[in-house]
């Protein structure tokens, strides 16, 4: 089999072209997961080399000009380093070079770090954020250390091998602390302060897009009794959206998830059901364009992997020009993904 | 700066050509036993203990380090604590440490004997051991999938001689159920007590874990087992709150992330108490790395099951096995992998847990059946006709 672009051919208009300040949804389920396509958004806004996307030349100029700020909350720095490296993305070398910053939301989200022990947990009781306190293991927040020799940072003195270079990529670290609004204002200054710190890097280019994995597990994990319910989540990411460019959001779509909520009358459906399912559709009546990820209905294939389902979301810039598609894809065993029609191959 | 550029091109691991270097392998050399590199792209990984579930991790022929295997159980069955039971028990042997959550020390004492390699059971059972090819030495360590392309990168023996293979460090062993385990590394079981709290009762775990893998050296391999996740029986009324037990998954896959290379994990969880269709359990599901789930068949199916073995030698299937997600494959995008969307049975017998396509029996001795259709509802081929 002849080795795939990196950007599929069909996928380069819909991932490069997001119009100002829209939102752009990306659902996954279990067996259907949203990483190779975050990836290719990565790889359509931070790449420089234009050969796969000779075809659309009047937006060559802006490829490789926008920032990216990645906030995953499922998945590690050596995760999405590897897997960008695949492409052939050097996410280390761009986040020296200001133009990606990676806000770790996995590490130290609920458990604060080894260093810090003398305050024992994070008990959903205690009342209060001095939420920024717990941070400054990480040196100041400015500090994104490249090269920096590792005894400069006095938080990385931690005996271990762990603690590799290699993390040095990570920009911040979220902590949870606290609860309700308060928590998550908490994490969205966080956020901000790696996006304006990006912003002011010395570059002609002001756009950036910011990526956000799976925000709805912040969701599910703190839940009503933590004071955070949808609409705190759904503000939360109007808040972030208002400082950048165009955002993508990655949420979970399971059937679990956005239907026990809708079996109205029954006390089946649990609070994180409900809420999910009310972040989650919120989420898509406001979005531009939304992108749906499921596995085949008729069961698993040898070459399809799944069913990718592009289609217009409800925000008003929703309504101009979006093709509406669905398309099948197929992860091969090299990561690189091949995009087609039904009946195509 | 240069060993680092060759390390992330290994790991990718994306042609072959540049496999076999094994010089620069990632982090734990293949000195430790019980590791060794998947023969699909170089990460490290261990044995479950179980044979064919480590092939049926789609091509790693073990449980990759750093990666939360989730065994989803239906029924009242403890298909799953045998699995687990093997689980802990390949890490005693490979004198890794064991970190036991929530149920008492019995627990350890009830693992299975330790009755040799893998492989030696294998050969026993193999009734093709003479006729074996010549060929076939250099692969026969490695497991059943991938055995092709792994056999490159695997360091030849010194001799063909079955001997000296049996003599390197064995990847995965065989038990038996009716044996108990005995080994001077058995004293590497921690078990960490549920104890009772105001608040989430993961905290004290987590801490414990968290001590344990920081405090042991760079070259220990842990393996963290959690038998029956949120049974009403050994885990508070609270402790399915979902802001507890999904903040502690949360924060065991961030531990696991900061220590990738070290440490390994199995949780089962009772469908019959928490089933797949609640929002809580897709969560948890969400957060692990592999999902399976086992469907014993019920009594009134043993009929089936009977009549279901190809041939008599073969032991009738117990249940069917559903791998909803795999290590690896899914959290890239998953689906290219030609295990994924079989239909798999498994059978426990005293000596393994065996994993096997599911196919169903000829229908056998049920003549009523097939004639009973004539009388009764099915229609005729004249009413078919159109």
């Given at each position: 089999m002849p080795s795939q672009p990196p950007l599929p051919p069909l996928l380069t208009s819909y991932l490069s072209s997001q119009p100002e300040s829209s939102l752009t949804l990306i659902s996954s389920i279990l067996g259907a997961t949203s990483n190779w396509l975050v990836l290719r958004y990565l790889y359509s806004a931070l790449s420089t080399s234009n050969s796969s996307n000779a075809a659309i030349g009047f937006d060559e100029s802006h490829n490789g000009a926008k920032k990216v700020v990645l906030v995953s909350f499922l998945r590690g720095w050596e995760f999405w380093r590897a897997e960008a490296k695949r492409l052939g993305l050097d996410l280390a070398r761009l986040s020296d070079k200001k133009q990606f910053a990676f806000v770790d939301g996995l590490s130290e989200l609920f458990c604060p770090p080894q260093t810090a022990n003398a305050a024992p947990s994070p008990s959903p009781i205690s009342a209060g954020f001095p939420a920024r306190t717990t941070i400054p293991l990480r040196g100041p927040p400015g500090a994104v250390p490249?090269?920096?020799?590792?005894?400069?940072?006095?938080?990385?003195?931690?005996?271990?091998?762990?603690?590799?270079?290699?993390e040095l990529g990570v920009a911040k670290k979220l902590h949870f602390s606290g609860r309700g609004t308060a928590a998550l204002d908490a994490l969205e200054k966080d956020i901000i302060a790696v996006i304006e710190q990006l912003k002011a890097a010395n570059d002609e280019s002001e756009e950036v897009l910011l990526i956000i994995d799976q925000p709805d597990f912040?969701?599910?994990a703190t839940g009503a009794s933590m004071g955070i319910g949808a609409t705190e989540m759904?503000?939360?990411?109007?808040?972030?959206?208002q400082t950048v460019h165009t955002t993508a959001l990655t949420v979970a779509a399971d059937s679990p998830l956005i239907h026990n909520a809708a079996a109205s009358g029954n006390q089946q459906s649990t609070p994180v059901e409900g809420e999910h399912a009310a972040f989650a559709i919120g989420l898509a009546h406001r979005a531009s364009s939304v992108m749906q990820l499921r596995t085949l209905e008729t069961g698993a294939a040898r070459d399809v992997s799944g069913v990718l389902r592009i289609s217009r979301g409800g925000g008003l810039s929703g309504a101009n020009g979006l093709d509406e598609k669905e398309l099948l894809y197929y992860i091969q065993r090299d990561g690189s993904v091949k995009v087609f029609g039904r009946g195509e191959s | 700066m240069s060993f680092r550029k060759r390390n992330i091109g290994l790991s990718a691991g994306v042609d072959r050509a540049a496999i076999p270097n094994a010089s620069a392998q990632p982090t734990p050399p293949e000195s430790i036993p019980g590791i060794r590199p998947s023969p699909?792209?170089?990460?490290?990984?261990?044995?479950?203990?179980?044979?064919?579930?480590?092939?049926?991790?789609?091509?790693?022929?073990?449980?990759?380090?750093?990666?939360?295997?989730?065994?989803?159980?239906?029924?009242?069955?403890?298909?799953?604590?045998?699995?687990?039971?093997?689980?802990?028990?390949?890490?005693?042997?490979?004198?890794q440490k064991i970190h036991v959550v929530g149920v008492p020390e019995q627990w350890g004492r009830s693992l299975p004997g330790l009755i040799g390699t893998a492989e030696s059971l294998e050969k026993r059972s193999d009734k093709r051991k003479d006729e074996r090819m010549k060929i076939a030495w250099r692969y026969e360590r490695l497991g059943e999938f991938g055995a092709g392309i792994a056999g490159s990168r695997d360091?030849?023996?010194?001799?063909?001689?079955?001997?000296?293979?049996?003599?390197?460090?064995?990847?995965?062993?065989?038990?038996?159920?009716?044996?108990?385990?005995?080994?001077?590394?058995?004293?590497?079981?921690?078990?960490?007590?549920?104890?009772?709290?105001?608040?989430?009762?993961?905290?004290?775990?987590?801490?414990?874990?968290?001590?344990?893998?920081?405090?042991?050296?760079?070259?220990?391999?842990?393996?963290?087992?959690?038998?029956?996740?949120?049974?009403?029986?050994?885990?508070p009324p609270d402790a399915c709150q979902p802001e507890y037990v999904l903040q502690f998954l949360h924060s065991l896959k961030a531990l696991m992330s900061a220590h990738a290379t070290r440490i390994t994990a199995m949780v089962t969880l009772p469908l019959s108490l928490f089933p797949r269709s609640s929002g809580l359990v897709r969560w948890i599901e969400l957060l692990s790395d592999g999902v399976i789930e086992l469907c014993p068949f019920p009594h009134s199916a043993d009929a089936l099951a009977t009549s279901g073995a190809a041939t008599s030698q073969e032991e009738p299937p117990q249940g069917m096995l559903k791998t909803h997600r795999i290590p690896v494959l899914h959290e890239r995008g998953g689906g290219s992998d030609q295990n994924v969307g079989q239909d798999w049975a498994f059978n426990l017998s005293r000596r393994r847990f065996e994993i096997k396509p599911f196919s169903l029996p000829p229908a056998e001795g049920d003549k009523e059946a097939q004639d009973a259709p004539a009388s009764s509802g099915m229609p005729k081929k004249a009413d078919l006709e159109f």
């Open positions: 490249g090269r920096a020799p590792v005894s400069a940072l006095p938080a990385l003195r931690n005996d271990n091998v762990a603690r590799s270079p290699a912040l969701l599910a759904s503000e939360w990411v109007m808040g972030l959206q | 699909d792209d170089g990460r490290p990984t261990t044995s479950t203990g179980t044979p064919s579930l480590d092939g049926l991790l789609a091509g790693h022929a073990g449980l990759p380090m750093g990666k939360i295997l989730l065994i989803e159980e239906n029924g009242t069955t403890d298909f799953a604590g045998a699995l687990l039971r093997y689980y802990a028990a390949e890490g005693v042997v490979q004198e360091a030849p023996t010194p001799t063909g001689d079955t001997d000296a293979a049996s003599k390197q460090a064995a990847f995965c062993h065989a038990f038996d159920l009716t044996k108990r385990l005995a080994h001077p590394s058995i004293t590497n079981m921690t078990f960490i007590p549920l104890v009772p709290s105001r608040g989430s009762p993961f905290v004290a775990i987590l801490k414990r874990l968290q001590d344990a893998v920081t405090s042991a050296g760079p070259n220990t391999i842990h393996r963290i087992v959690i038998p029956s996740l949120l049974n009403p029986t050994m885990y």
